[in-house]
């Protein structure tokens, strides 16, 4: 990051202490339920040491349990028991080592983002249009022949240099000055230190070459080199914020979601009010083209509403009186009237936000590794530096100083500690846009490994309830007269089987029948003074157990027979088809009866099924593929999966009835489709690709060009270029994966 931000003001943090304001920044933690979670913004940070550097800051602070902060998104996640601290205490720590921290959901917060690039571009502006007019005064002396310029003219150009270099070190170096600065108060070391060090000495070379010709440093000026340098990394640093909010640019999104106010009825009319003044309850009306600020029911009106970052539907999808709407969602052809049922942090919307914004700011194993490598690799820099000077004294201190220069800014470990998070994060924005929730950013180098599948069936393969496939009927009734018969003594029941008898009777238009006294017998079926519908035996008729049915009967016996079908996922046999294509062994464990499992299993081409299985023996299960050498991925619904989920190397959760908040799973699919899991291990075997890509180039980058800087074959404007282009191809790479 190129701009540091001032602190705010001690009586903002004073407002942040009081637990009313907790909700906007925290919630509490599903690790540890005596604890709150917050997630913050990190500004003034932009290398791994710069992360370590804030989460040792934090993990100081008194009743802080963990402190996670990623350097690639910025983003801190903080566990912190509210009765030994307060946030204060804690944004007052990363104050005090030279940082700044901000709620990440703070309502300034893209606005402080606009400032900082734009003050990023000024200072890179600055530095190019110097670099360009320091380089026309250079060329004269590349270009003349002996006696083609005098002394006289040659100082002149060389002091025109030096005015044109005051701009670029005092306005585009600042923030690495002060940062270096920074750093040297607080006794560690960033990126920005070596940085500074190359640009402070190779403006004293110059500056001593250009006022003692004579003098020890003798008379080379390197102002060109230094604003070419300058230039560089500046682009780089640019270029890589850039790419950096891209990456991020799915939880960007969701966050500037929500409206600033919205129509509110108040008796007689509907008036504008900040979307903070809601209440539930409360009857609003949202206009076309407005977000929808809280979850709410319709009141009134038709229209079509963009839920794709919330469930992964890139169609938009129709709603009308008494259809549910997501806070966060669009609505895109007309006006409606909503009943306010969740606000805040209740809504769907606010548990996905905090899901991805908790992916964010975490570290998966590699990442950990090469921050670990980050600290000790820069004093290696420093140490190096120092040797290359000493060896290269004797020819020149001028040009011992260059290399000393060339040395402490080609060797960079950003591309090293960006190579893993900068993947991750993307393919992480991709997978959200999809419809899948990375909980936990280790999950995807994970899912790559991953060689088997384990399904749960219900509310999984299956959606949550059946489908009526078959009516046979008594002769002297119809078809459609049997099932309205059903549906009207199914009606007053909420069982599965119920429940589709209903749906099949209104799907057909059929008309309600008049039946009275209905009594529901408790795991047998319903009756009337005239009918009976339920099970075979309750029916009195007999049963077959290779097939799923209900059965309606009146005085004279046997009237009908709907065959049911567990209502398979649409889209289950061509995940299936993919996963086994992808060379994945799929298995199917279920609470339902073996019948019922093998039979799902041959709908959607799964080979190996079993049925009967409690939690315990789901888990027992997944535990011998492991001792096997299995790697393996759960896919559950989140309602009685929650051990195997948590047992599983990578897990995934359906059902949008379980708060998301809540899951064991590692990724949560906010949609329907099932599809989403080959997709899903798709992009973590690509991420992995990409991830080694990354690490396999900046160990080459360091192999070949460090050699190059000791051996003082590396002039310092070069050394700038490789730097900052070793960052910007990572990132890059990175980038790839945000397209999907």
Same mark, same amino acid.
């Given at each position: 990051?190129?701009?540091?931000?001032?602190?705010? @003001?001690?009586?903002?943090r004073?407002?942040?202490?009081?637990p009313?304001?907790?909700?906007a920044?925290?919630?509490?933690?599903?690790? *540890?339920p005596?604890?709150?979670?917050?997630?913050l913004?990190?500004d003034?940070?932009?290398?791994?040491?710069?992360?370590?550097?804030?989460?040792?800051?934090?993990?100081?602070?008194p &009743?802080?349990? =963990?402190?996670?902060?990623?350097?690639?998104s910025?983003?801190?996640?903080?566990?912190?028991?509210?009765?030994?601290?307060?946030?204060?205490?804690?944004?007052?720590?990363?104050?005090q080592?030279?940082?700044y921290?901000?709620?990440?959901?703070?309502?300034?917060?893209?606005?402080?983002?606009?400032?900082?690039?734009?003050?990023?571009?000024?200072? *890179?502006?600055?530095? &190019?249009?110097?670099?360009?007019?320091v380089?026309?005064?250079?060329? @004269?002396?590349?270009?003349?022949?002996?006696?083609?310029?005098?002394?006289?003219?040659?100082?002149?150009?060389?002091?025109a240099?030096?005015?044109?270099?005051?701009?670029v070190?005092?306005?585009?170096?600042?923030?690495?000055?002060?940062? %270096?600065?920074?750093?040297?108060?607080?006794?560690?070391i960033?990126?920005?230190?070596?940085?500074?060090?190359?640009?402070?000495?190779?403006?004293?070379v110059s500056s001593?070459?250009?006022?003692?010709?004579?003098?020890?440093?003798?008379?080379?000026?390197?102002?060109?080199?230094?604003?070419?340098?300058?230039f560089?990394l500046?682009t780089?640093?640019?270029?890589?914020l850039?790419?950096?909010?891209r990456?991020?640019?799915?939880?960007?999104?969701?966050?500037?979601?929500?409206?600033d106010?919205?129509?509110?009825?108040?008796?007689?009319?509907?008036?504008?009010v900040?979307?903070?003044?809601l209440?539930?309850?409360?009857?609003?009306?949202?206009?076309p083209?407005?977000?929808?600020?809280?979850?709410?029911?319709?009141?009134?009106?038709?229209?079509?509403?963009?839920?794709?970052?919330?469930?992964?539907e890139?169609?938009?999808? &129709?709603?009308?009186?008494?259809?549910?709407?997501?806070?966060?969602?669009y609505?895109?052809?007309?006006?409606?009237?909503?009943?306010?049922?969740?606000l805040?942090?209740?809504?769907?919307?606010?548990?996905?936000?905090?899901?991805?914004?908790?992916?964010?700011?975490?570290?998966p194993?590699?990442?950990?590794?090469a921050d670990?490598?980050a600290?000790?690799?820069?004093?290696?820099?420093?140490?190096?530096?120092?040797?290359a000077?000493l060896?290269?004294?004797?020819?020149?201190?001028?040009?011992?100083?260059?290399?000393?220069?060339?040395?402490?800014?080609?060797?960079c470990?950003?591309?090293?500690?960006?190579?893993?998070p900068?993947?991750?994060?993307?393919a992480?924005?991709?997978?959200?846009?999809s +419809?899948?929730?990375?909980?936990?950013?280790?999950?995807?180098?994970?899912?790559?490994?991953?060689d088997?599948?384990?399904?749960?069936?219900?509310?999984t393969?299956?959606?949550d309830?059946?489908?009526?496939?078959?009516?046979?009927?008594?002769?002297?009734?119809?078809?459609?007269?049997?099932?309205?018969? %059903?549906?009207?003594?199914?009606?007053?029941?909420?069982? @599965?089987v119920?429940?589709?008898?209903?749906?099949?009777?209104?799907?057909?238009?059929?008309?309600?029948?008049?039946?009275?006294?209905?009594?529901?017998?408790v795991?047998?079926? =319903?009756?009337?003074?005239?009918y009976?519908f339920?099970?075979?035996?309750?029916?009195?008729?007999?049963?077959?157990?290779?097939?799923?049915q209900?059965h309606?009967?009146?005085?004279?016996?046997?009237?009908?027979?709907?065959?049911?079908?567990?209502?398979?996922?649409?889209?289950?046999?061509?995940?299936?088809?993919?996963?086994?294509?992808? +060379?994945?062994?799929?298995?199917?464990?279920?609470g339902?009866?073996?019948?019922?499992?093998?039979?799902?299993?041959?709908?959607?081409g799964?080979?190996?099924?079993?049925?009967g299985?409690s939690?315990?023996?789901?888990?027992?299960?997944?535990?011998?593929?492991?001792?096997q050498?299995?790697?393996?991925?759960?896919?559950?619904?989140?309602?009685?999966?929650?051990?195997?989920?948590?047992?599983?190397h990578?897990?995934f959760?359906?059902g949008?009835a379980?708060?998301?908040?809540?899951?064991?799973?590692?990724?949560?699919?906010?949609?329907?489709?099932?599809?989403?899991v080959p997709?899903?291990?798709?992009?973590?075997?690509?991420?992995l690709?990409?991830?080694r890509q990354?690490?396999l180039?900046?160990?080459?980058y360091?192999?070949?060009?460090?050699?190059?800087?000791?051996a +003082?074959?590396l @002039?310092?404007?070069?050394?700038?270029?490789?730097?900052?282009?070793?960052?910007?191809?990572?990132?890059?790479?990175?980038?790839?994966?945000?397209?999907?």
């Amino acid at each position: 990051m190129l701009a540091t931000l001032a602190p705010s @003001p001690q009586p903002i943090r004073d407002w942040l202490d009081e637990p009313g304001e907790w909700a906007a920044f925290s919630q509490p933690s599903s690790d *540890w339920p005596a604890y709150q979670e917050s997630q913050l913004l990190i500004d003034g940070m932009h290398c791994a040491a710069c992360a370590l550097s804030v989460e040792q800051a934090l993990r100081a602070v008194p &009743g802080v349990r =963990l402190a996670e902060v990623g350097a690639a998104s910025r983003r801190a996640r903080v566990v912190w028991s509210a009765t030994q601290t307060r946030p204060s205490q804690w944004l007052a720590a990363v104050a005090q080592a030279g940082y700044y921290a901000i709620p990440a959901l703070d309502a300034g917060e893209r606005q402080r983002r606009q400032v900082e690039q734009r003050r990023a571009l000024w200072r *890179w502006l600055v530095a &190019g249009l110097c670099m360009m007019q320091v380089m026309m005064y250079a060329m @004269p002396a590349y270009v003349a022949g002996p006696g083609e310029m005098t002394a006289d003219m040659a100082q002149l150009l060389r002091w025109a240099s030096w005015v044109l270099t005051l701009p670029v070190l005092v306005f585009s170096c600042g923030p690495f000055f002060a940062n %270096a600065w920074r750093d040297v108060l607080q006794r560690r070391i960033s990126m920005d230190l070596p940085a500074a060090l190359g640009m402070a000495v190779t403006f004293a070379v110059s500056s001593a070459g250009t006022f003692d010709p004579d003098g020890l440093l003798g008379h080379e000026v390197y102002f060109d080199s230094l604003t070419m340098f300058v230039f560089f990394l500046l682009t780089g640093r640019w270029l890589e914020l850039r790419l950096r909010d891209r990456t991020a640019g799915a939880l960007e999104a969701l966050i500037g979601r929500l409206p600033d106010s919205v129509e509110r009825w108040d008796g007689t009319a509907f008036v504008r009010v900040a979307v903070r003044r809601l209440h539930t309850g409360d009857h609003i009306r949202v206009l076309p083209g407005e977000a929808f600020p809280a979850d709410g029911t319709v009141l009134q009106g038709r229209t079509q509403v963009d839920e794709a970052l919330l469930t992964g539907e890139s169609r938009p999808l &129709g709603r009308a009186v008494g259809d549910a709407v997501l806070a966060g969602s669009y609505n895109l052809s007309a006006p409606v009237e909503l009943h306010v049922d969740q606000l805040g942090a209740s809504t769907r919307f606010a548990q996905i936000v905090a899901l991805m914004a908790q992916a964010a700011s975490q570290k998966p194993r590699l990442a950990q590794l090469a921050d670990r490598v980050a600290r000790p690799f820069l004093w290696g820099v420093l140490l190096a530096a120092a040797l290359a000077g000493l060896l290269w004294w004797p020819s020149g201190p001028g040009h011992a100083l260059m290399v000393v220069v060339a040395v402490l800014v080609v060797t960079c470990p950003c591309a090293l500690s960006l190579a893993t998070p900068a993947a991750l994060l993307a393919a992480a924005g991709s997978m959200a846009r999809s +419809g899948v929730l990375v909980r936990r950013l280790q999950a995807l180098e994970n899912l790559a490994q991953v060689d088997t599948v384990v399904f749960d069936k219900t509310g999984t393969l299956t959606r949550d309830g059946m489908a009526v496939v078959t009516t046979h009927h008594r002769a002297d009734v119809s078809a459609q007269r049997a099932l309205a018969l %059903a549906a009207a003594l199914a009606s007053q029941s909420l069982h @599965p089987v119920s429940r589709a008898v209903v749906a099949a009777a209104q799907a057909l238009g059929l008309p309600a029948e008049p039946v009275q006294d209905v009594e529901e017998v408790v795991g047998q079926g =319903l009756r009337s003074a005239h009918y009976r519908f339920g099970a075979a035996l309750f029916c009195g008729v007999p049963a077959d157990p290779a097939q799923q049915q209900v059965h309606l009967s009146d005085a004279q016996g046997w009237l009908a027979t709907f065959d049911l079908s567990e209502d398979v996922r649409p889209d289950a046999v061509l995940a299936i088809q993919a996963l086994r294509a992808a +060379g994945i062994r799929v298995e199917l464990l279920s609470g339902d009866n073996a019948a019922a499992a093998l039979r799902v299993a041959g709908q959607v081409g799964i080979a190996l099924a079993r049925g009967g299985c409690s939690p315990q023996d789901k888990l027992q299960h997944l535990q011998a593929l492991q001792a096997q050498g299995h790697c393996v991925a759960m896919v559950g619904d989140g309602l009685n999966d929650g051990p195997v989920l948590a047992g599983a190397h990578v897990s995934f959760a359906f059902g949008q009835a379980v708060p998301l908040a809540q899951r064991q799973a590692d990724l949560v699919v906010t949609g329907d489709a099932l599809n989403v899991v080959p997709q899903a291990l798709w992009m973590a075997r690509r991420t992995l690709r990409v991830v080694r890509q990354n690490l396999l180039w900046a160990a080459a980058y360091n192999a070949v060009c460090v050699p190059l800087a000791l051996a +003082g074959w590396l @002039p310092a404007w070069a050394a700038g270029l490789g730097m900052a282009l070793s960052s910007l191809l990572v990132v890059l790479n990175a980038a790839r994966l945000s397209r999907g």
